[in-house]
């Protein structure tokens, strides 16, 4: 059953469409990479994406970075957005930055808000906040990005019952292969549609007890949507 767990980094290569994941870690953090002949993208950059990165990739492919998807506002998924930022403008970025993210995550508009306001005037590239409110696709460089809603919640504070956040998928296409990320979610049928018959579906298990099921997958729900594409990995596994 937990053959497809995987050791963090996670490599997955086909030709030049390159996936790797640096961690995914429930309340931790995620921390993706994609690239392919001409796009150099980070999907839910968590806390320590910007040690993981230049340890791995370096200066230049940081800078190259051009989009930043973000699948919705919990910190685990968006922790190393600031430190990003910071260090793509010590470096002097030139080109533009998109920030895509599911329309009302206020986590991310208000970490652009606070970032503009603090380094507005020594900034040296472009941010564009890319707000997503339909499953409508667009491409970006060399790769076909759909975004699609998924369902995801949180512990209100009363500490008993939750409440839905903003919260999506990318399925990303390049060269007739393509990646689906589901990010956080329950059990939907809009993730069993998009990952089935995806070349990689990389799919949460964060449940593990049968109470965190309407915000979390459990091993067995993840696996049975990752067995309808060509392969997969379960991430966000509690450690
Ligand atoms: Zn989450």
């Known amino acids: 059953m937990k053959s497809n767990i995987y050791k963090y980094p996670i ?5 030049d469409f390159f996936i790797k994941i640096y961690s995914s870690i429930p309340n931790i953090a995620t921390g993706i990479l994609i690239t392919s002949n001409n796009a150099t993208f980070v999907v839910d950059p968590g806390d320590g994406i910007l040690r993981d990165l230049s340890k791995d990739v370096g200066a230049n492919t940081i800078l190259n970075i051009s989009d930043i998807f973000i699948s919705h506002g919990h910190h685990d998924h968006i922790g190393g957005v600031w430190s990003l930022l910071t260090y793509l403008s010590v470096m002097h970025k030139k080109n533009e930055i998109n920030i895509y993210y599911p329309k009302g995550c206020i986590e991310i508009e ?5 970032f503009i306001k603090v380094y507005k005037r020594d900034l040296t590239y472009k941010i564009n906040l890319r707000e997503i409110n339909s499953e409508k696709q667009f491409k970006r460089k060399s790769i076909l990005i759909k975004p699609f809603k998924v369902n995801h919640r949180e512990i209100s504070h009363d500490n008993k019952s939750t409440v839905k956040i903003p919260s999506i998928g990318f399925k990303f296409i390049y060269n007739k292969k393509s990646i689906c990320y589901g990010g956080d979610t329950a059990y939907c049928e809009s993730l069993v549609k998009h990952c089935a018959n995806s070349d990689l579906a990389i799919i949460e298990a964060g449940a593990d007890t049968e109470n965190k099921l309407d915000l979390h997958m459990s091993i067995e ?3 049975q949507i990752g067995k309808t594409a060509k392969e997969y990995f379960l991430v966000h596994v509690p450690e």
Do not use: G, L, M, N
């Not at 490599?11 to 030709?15: G, I, L, P, R």
């Not at 208000?110 to 606070?114: D, F, G, N």
């Open 221 to 223: 729900q993840a696996s």
């Open 11 to 15: 490599v997955w290569q086909k030709d």
């Open 110 to 114: 208000s970490i652009y808000k606070a």
